[in-house]
């Protein structure tokens, strides 16, 4: 569900978007460039932004709490950050918590020059890495895992950029498609599995690094290819190199989840666009789902390509029932109490109209804890449909993600402690139901999930997860990840 400046008491009933990344080397306008890149990466993180360019003689850096139109479409700013290199990133908290010491990319002077590092996704062992920096003297100045990396470079042993950089990355477990600046190159490398995405650009001979390729689409950037699972590009003035710093693996575990909500429509991630396999997955949600009804409603703004999908298999009309309010300002993050109670209707609204008398599908991409969706329910309700059916274009999440995605720990999760019998009573449905696993790895293009080998990484629904867990296995790393929590990216 669309979860952009939700109410209070109705922040956490969504998934937190993950970080963009986005850099470019060779071009007199760098950071003008990186700043549409993140503009178009925006969705990825709303909570700050950084950008860190080189000149040619010195490293400037600005790190804003805000969106990127704030304060980087600023001239003053933009003055600031000369350079025909750049590297920047858009964030919303997974480790650690708000505040601008948390901000990327991260910049320190090493022994070698300046290093910036900017992260997309999740370190599984951050907190074992950090406290055995720490007790060889590492002083940290966040609570983000992404500092770790900066500190693996600093202290390796390693006499060139590449050899420490990949030093590092091979000391780190979990998600990380990471994009990094020095004074003579830009460096991007994803993990061994894939699991974040990372797409390389051409902008008229200049190289780029971004998360999506609607980043490329803004800026008019050719899209060259994905970076392979375990990749590691290095560009310098002579052009690029690939390396691969891992052990090879015929193993790939993108995350699944991207397709469903996180990636924008417009972009084509893994080599399929985003828009097109929602569409695939509400097809497959009517097939698996039927339902006798009289029109199929999105809960906009991320339900809609899969209710489009589910309209156009069941045969039956798609209509905008509810209408999404796109100007509701911070103001109402925490409004008045006499505010408070309008709750939902301040972003969405039923479109009567078309709701009155009918038997109603609601077509959404998840279900969190479920309290938005049961006000969205009621609201189509006492717009007068005679029955609401809520179809969800994803199986049930039943476990948290530790690779980048901001979700309720397990317990606050609805589909984790009800039935979904249960869950439909919850939130006041004549039915529900949920995308099966296989079904939605039919509509990304697979015959089903292969459960000894999962071609994708699913372990929000499965509770499969790719990788080591270091840092939430045994009582000490558990007391250590939650003072990192009251303190990511």
């Given at each position: 569900m669309d979860d952009s400046l939700l109410l209070a008491g109705e922040a956490d009933d969504h998934f937190h978007d993950e970080c963009g990344v986005f850099g470019i080397f060779g071009r007199t306008d760098a950071a003008a460039i990186v700043t549409l890149g993140l503009h178009a990466l925006q969705h990825r993180g709303q909570e700050a932004a950084g950008i860190v360019c080189f000149d040619g003689s010195q490293f400037h850096v600005e790190r804003h709490i805000g969106l990127i139109g704030d304060t980087f479409t600023k001239p003053a700013v933009l003055a600031r950050l000369q350079g025909s290199r750049a590297i920047g990133h858009t964030r919303y908290a997974t480790t650690g918590g708000s505040g601008l010491r948390n901000v990327q990319p991260f910049f320190a002077?090493?022994?070698?020059g300046g290093l910036a590092i900017a992260h997309n996704g999740n370190l599984t062992n951050a907190m074992t890495v950090q406290r055995k920096l720490q007790k060889q003297g590492a002083i940290f100045s966040s609570t983000s895992d992404t500092e770790t990396i900066l500190h693996l470079v600093a202290t390796s042993k390693e006499h060139d950029t590449n050899a420490r950089f990949i030093d590092a990355?091979?000391?780190?477990?979990?998600?990380?498609?990471?994009?990094?600046?020095?004074s003579k190159k830009m460096i991007g490398c994803r993990d061994p599995l894939g699991i974040r995405p990372l797409v390389l650009g051409d902008l008229d001979g200049a190289y780029i690094l971004a998360s999506e390729t609607c980043a490329l689409d803004i800026i008019g950037a050719r899209y060259v290819r994905d970076l392979k699972p375990g990749e590691m590009v290095v560009v310098t003035e002579a052009g690029i190199e690939s390396l691969?710093?891992?052990?090879?693996?015929?193993?790939?575990?993108?995350?699944?989840?991207?397709?469903v909500y996180f990636a924008r429509p417009d972009s084509s991630?893994?080599?399929?666009?985003?828009?097109?396999?929602?569409k695939h997955i509400g097809a497959e949600l009517a097939r698996e789902t039927p339902v006798e009804a009289d029109i199929v409603v999105p809960v906009p703004d991320s339900g809609t390509p899969a209710a489009i999908g589910y309209a156009q298999a069941a045969d039956l009309p798609f209509e905008l029932g509810i209408i999404r309010n796109h100007y509701v300002g911070r103001t109402f993050i925490q409004p008045t109490d006499s505010i408070r109670h309008m709750g939902v209707k301040l972003k969405h609204n039923a479109n009567r109209r078309f709701i009155e008398g009918k038997r109603v599908i609601l077509v959404d991409d998840s279900i969190v804890r479920g309290t938005t969706?049961?006000?969205?329910?009621?609201?189509?309700?006492?717009?007068?449909?005679?029955?609401?059916?809520?179809r969800i274009a994803s199986p049930p999440t039943r476990a948290s993600c530790f690779y980048g995605v901001d979700t309720p720990e397990a317990s606050k999760l609805l589909a984790s402690r009800m039935t979904v019998e249960e869950m439909a009573a919850f939130i006041r449905v004549d039915s529900l139901a949920f995308l099966t696993i296989d079904g939605l790895y039919r509509a990304v293009g697979e015959a089903g999930r292969n459960n000894d080998q999962p071609q994708y990484c699913d372990a929000c629904f499965t509770k499969d997860y790719p990788t080591r867990l270091m840092d939430h296995e045994g009582a000490d790393n558990v007391r250590s990840l939650s003072l990192l929590a009251a303190g990511g990216q």
């Open positions: 002077e090493l022994a070698e990355v091979r000391q780190i477990e979990g998600a990380f498609s990471i994009v990094a600046l020095t691969f710093p891992f052990e090879a693996t015929s193993k790939s575990r993108f995350c699944i989840f991207e397709y991630v893994e080599g399929r666009n985003v828009y097109e396999v929602r969706s049961q006000k969205i329910v009621q609201m189509v309700r006492d717009a007068g449909a005679t029955e609401v059916h809520m």
